[in-house]
Structures are given as structure tokens and as C-alpha cells.
């Protein structure tokens, strides 16, 4: 059975204010009062009476933090009888002071103050009508100010109250907030690997196919040209499995991973030479004067050639030619990659690189796309680049040429040249 401990802390209290009230009632009777030169004229001496008035006016006390306005006028009733009937010098008032100062504690500032009043007011009343004649101005002075300190004692607690739960409140707003954020940079970074890990596979696999198919041709007429294709494909896959080592090493908690720079446009020469020996001749074009990229445009501009590249390895056919072109101009990058194939014709008749995304039409930068003819169907790849180049404000077009072939283009702008 589960016990309300508030409860059961007030009514131990109530039993502490009615006890201690009861004492002081018996200690400081008329003879008392007399001996140590107080007027005692008027002032009933202690009794039965009196000593269950002081408990009547203490059980309040109980329900001081459910209802404390009620519970102070409830014990109000016997405090004022105890003073009508003479009895004592205010000893009588310490449940008042604990009812008072739980109305200024847990009640808003309207209903304190009408309980400050309320206390006065009954203060005044009893002196008025009380038979004893022995307290001075300046005593009665004394008890409203500490009436009024009492209520300021309890006024100051609710505030101090109040401002804990503001900073609990606030703490865990944050903490909301907080958990939010993280949340969504889980989210950013698992799409971040998810590009990475797609354009880094779907490169290195389809170069590795392209070679497997080329050692399979010549296996048996030439085992030279094979075993040169086999290295080429083990070179390759290494290549990838140390590129997504790196990427994906930041997830692992138990090691730390083995970190390295990121590619960029200086491993553009590399890549050429890699789609060359792929099968598929490549030319690179650097114009302008080189300037050194931020890491992000620089990895953008890297992914999306590699990109252009393997749907070219991929779609363009036997035969066809690929040249990449990267012009620095002062305020922005222009990456280029075209090629001059006609695709592989499927069953539709339809080259299948336009079923892989190649008859979208130019893209603005934010997501749409002007399409000439039916809509194609773009690959993860393509839409990976979408997201690279509106990540950085860029402009994206990707589509046929008039005379064949087919373009990947973008703009990434350079704040202040760079």
C-alpha cells in the first residue's frame, strides 16, 4: 500500500504544532506571567477547555498543501475563541503561522494576500474583543510584522519553487532538443554514408565487371591480356574496400578507424587512367587557374565525375569516348562529363542509358527536372548527385545531347573565389 508521504509529514507536524502549543499554553499561565512582571489582569488561567481549543486550531495543519485558505480559516474559528475567552498571550497562534505561511507558499499571489488580510483582520478582531488588557502598541505592532514576515517567508519559497521547476522544465527542453538534434545529424550522416557507399560501389563494381567480362573473352586466346584484366580487377577491389573502410570506419565504437583525406578534384588524373584501363577512353580538361576547393565542393565535384564516368562505362556502348572537363572561373566551378556513345539498345529499342536516368532533362538545382519525351526513372546514383549539388547551392543539368551522347553538368559557386 503505497502511503502519500506529504500527508504524513503534515499531520506529524500537526501533531508538533498541537503538542507544542499545549505546552506553552500550561507553562505560561497567569502565575507564570505574574512572577516575571507581565499584567495579568483579565487572563484566564489554563484548562481543559483551552488545551483542546489549541488541538482543534492545530488540525488544519493536516491539510495544509491540499486546501491552506480553508484550513486557515477552519483553525481562525478556535484561535479567535481562545482569545475571546482570555486565554493566554498569543500563544495560541502557532498554527495560524503554519497555516499563514502555507497559504503564501502554495497558493498564487490573489489568494495570498487575501490571507495576510484575513490574518490581520481576525488579529485586530480578537484584540478588540479580548477581556485581557495587558499588551502594549508596540507589542501588537511586533506580531503584525511578524504576520507579515511569516507570509513573505512563504511567498519567497513558492517563487524559489517556481523557479526550479522553470529550470527543470528548461533542462529538459533541452535535453529534448538536444536528443532531436542528435536524432537528426544520425539521420544526415546515415544519408551522407549511404551516398558515399553508392557512388564508391557502383563505381569500383562496374569497372570490375567490365574487366571480368574482357578477362573472360580473351582467357583463352590471350592469358597475358587476362591476367592483366584479373590484377587490374583485384587492384580495383582493394581500392574499394579501402574507400569504404574509410567511410564507414567512423561507425565502429570498439577501434578507431583508420582515417584518411578524402578524394578530390587533384585524384581526377587517377581516376581517368582507371577508367582507361576499364575500356573506356577518357580525356581530362582542366581550365582556368586551379584554386584551392573547400572539402565539400571538392568531394562533390569528385563524386560526380566518378559518377558521369560509370554510367558511361555502363551505357555509352563499345566505342564510345568520354571527356571530362573542369573549369575554374572566379566565382564558381563548372564540372563537365560527356561522352559520345548511343547506349546499348534494349529490346524497347531505347538506349539504356535514358532508362537509367540519361533522358532527364536539366536539372535547376532544387529538385526539378524539365523533361523532354516520357519521364525516365533516375538511379540512386543520380539522385545522390541531385543531392551533392543542391547541398552547395549548385546548378545540375543531366541529359542527351542533340548529335548523341550523353552530359552531366554542374555549377558549384565559390563564395569570395573560393
Known amino acids: 500500500m503505497r502511503i502519500d508521504r506529504s500527508s504524513l509529514h503534515d499531520t506529524v507536524l500537526a501533531g508538533v504544532v498541537a503538542a507544542a502549543s499545549v505546552a506553552l499554553f500550561a507553562l505560561y499561565g497567569p502565575d507564570r506571567l505574574q512572577a516575571e512582571g507581565i499584567p495579568v489582569e483579565g487572563v484566564r488561567p489554563p484548562d481543559l477547555l483551552g ?12 491539510v495544509r498543501r491540499r486546501w491552506p485558505l480553508a484550513g486557515l480559516c477552519a483553525g481562525m474559528v478556535p484561535e479567535t475563541l481562545l482569545t475571546v475567552l482570555g486565554y493566554g498571550l498569543g500563544m495560541s497562534g502557532l498554527a495560524g503561522l503554519v497555516l499563514l505561511f502555507s497559504v503564501a507558499s502554495y497558493r498564487g499571489l490573489a489568494v495570498a494576500l487575501a ?14 474583543s479580548s477581556p485581557i488588557r495587558a499588551g502594549t502598541v508596540s ?32 533542462a529538459a527542453r533541452l535535453e529534448r532538443a538536444h536528443a532531436a538534434d542528435t536524432r537528426a545529424a544520425r539521420a544526415e550522416e546515415r544519408s551522407r554514408i549511404a551516398r558515399e557507399l553508392h557512388d564508391v560501389v557502383a563505381h569500383h563494381v562496374s569497372v570490375m565487371t567490365v574487366q ?19 590484377s587490374a580487377i583485384e587492384h580495383t577491389g582493394r581500392l574499394a574496400m579501402t574507400e569504404m573502410r574509410n567511410i564507414v570506419g567512423v561507425l565502429r565504437t570498439d ?19 582507371q577508367m582507361r584501363e576499364a575500356g573506356l577512353p577518357t580525356r581530362l580538361r582542366v581550365e582556368g587557374a586551379p584554386v584551392p576547393l573547400p572539402a565539400g565542393v571538392d568531394l562533390a565535384a569528385y563524386r560526380l565525375v566518378q559518377e558521369g564516368l560509370t554510367n558511361s562505362l555502363r551505357h555509352a556502348g563499345a566505342g564510345a569516348e568520354a571527356v571530362v572537363t573542369v573549369r575554374y572561373e572566379p566565382y564558381e566551378l563548372d564540372v563537365r562529363v560527356r561522352d ?16 537509367a536516368g540519361k533522358g532527364a532533362g536539366p536539372q535547376d538545382g532544387k529538385g526539378g527536372a524539365a523533361q523532354d519525351g516520357p519521364p525516365a526513372t533516375a538511379g540512386h546514383g543520380l539522385v545522390g ?25 554542374a555549377r558549384l559557386p565559390l563564395k569570395d573565389g573560393q
Not at 488580510?117 to 485586530?124: A, C, Q, W
Not at 503584525?144 to 519567497?156: E, I, M
Not at 551533392?388 to 548523341?404: E, F, T, W
Open 115 to 128: 490571507g495576510l488580510v484575513l490574518s490581520l483582520v481576525t488579529y485586530v478582531a480578537g484584540i478588540v
Open 385 to 409: 548527385i541531385r543531392e551533392r549539388v543542391a547541398l552547395y547551392g549548385g546548378i545540375l543539368n543531366i541529359g542527351p545531347l542533340p548529335g548523341g551522347g550523353f552530359e552531366v553538368r
Open 212 to 230: 571480368a567480362a574482357a578477362a573472360r573473352r580473351v582467357l583463352a586466346a590471350d592469358p597475358d591480356l587476362a591476367r592483366e584484366a584479373l
Open 139 to 170: 507589542e501588537y505592532v511586533v506580531t503584525a510584522v511578524v504576520l507579515v514576515a511569516v507570509w513573505g517567508a512563504g511567498r519567497s519559497l513558492r517563487l524559489r519553487r517556481a523557479y526550479l521547476e522553470e529550470l527543470k522544465d528548461r
Open 340 to 355: 559520345d556513345g548511343k547506349g546499348a539498345v534494349t529490346q524497347g529499342g531505347k538506349g539504356a542509358a535514358a532508362q
Open 255 to 273: 577501434t578507431r578507424a583508420e582515417l584518411g583525406p578524402q578524394p578530390g578534384v587533384r585524384d581526377l588524373p587517377a581516376l581517368v587512367e
Open 51 to 62: 488545551a483542546l481549543l489549541l488541538v482543534v486550531a492545530s488540525v488544519p495543519v493536516v
